[in-house]
């Protein structure tokens, strides 16, 4: 197992849990991978994270993703406040609809790899700059962020599950500083 895993880092320990997780999904579980973040989490080396992504993933069940992406950009939307996982992840639960949390925490770790990046938030490209909190999110000095067009930002919206709160006579989006509903 050592030599397989090797690349990932921390390849002894790692080995030592799937050797010992394998142990007990046989003795304990009858060789079916367990459902429930409960009983996942009793195998070693499986955590919470790895317990949803199971759960959502494999089982198609409600589940919220928590990763360092996750995390960074749910608090700069100003949607949950805290930085540690298990808060996070019940602040989440609490705010999206159960159903959709796992497609949208997909959406937002890549959205938090490709334009929400922890080094740099690049709002100007970025379809929820009208409505983002931009909490945590330091700008350099002159530098400008353009806003998105309203069709765009209400598609981008739409894809993540959310709707915009505010709308003048017109249906267009008026910026709301962050007030955003999930559907």
């Known amino acids: 197992i050592e030599q397989t895993i090797k690349p ?3 390849f002894r320990m790692k080995a030592d849990n799937i050797k010992e997780a394998s142990r007990m999904l046989i003795s304990d579980f009858g060789g ?36 360092t992406h996750f995390i960074r950009i ?29 497609a949208f925490c997909h ?3 890549l959205h938090g790899r490709d334009t929400c990046t922890a080094r740099r938030a690049f709002c100007g490209k970025c379809n929820l700059n009208e409505i983002c909190k931009k909490k945590g999110v330091k700008t350099l000095k002159g530098e400008y962020y ?12 739409n894809q993540l599950g959310f709707s915009m709160v505010n709308e003048d006579e017109n249906g267009n989006t008026v910026p709301c500083h962050g007030e ?3 559907r």
């Open 8 to 10: 990932c880092g921390l």
């Open 32 to 67: 079916i991978v367990p459902d429930s973040i409960e009983q996942l989490t009793k195998l070693p080396g499986v955590g919470r994270k790895t317990a949803n992504l199971i759960c959502g993933d494999i089982y198609g069940k409600p589940a919220v993703v928590t990763d």
């Open 74 to 102: 749910m608090n700069r939307l100003g949607l949950i406040d805290t930085d540690k996982p298990y808060k996070a992840e019940m602040q989440a639960r609490a705010v999206l609809p159960l159903g959709d949390a796992n």
């Open 107 to 109: 959406r937002i770790v």
């Open 146 to 157: 353009p806003t998105a067009k309203n069709k765009m930002v209400k598609d981008f919206y």
């Open 180 to 182: 955003l509903r999930y």
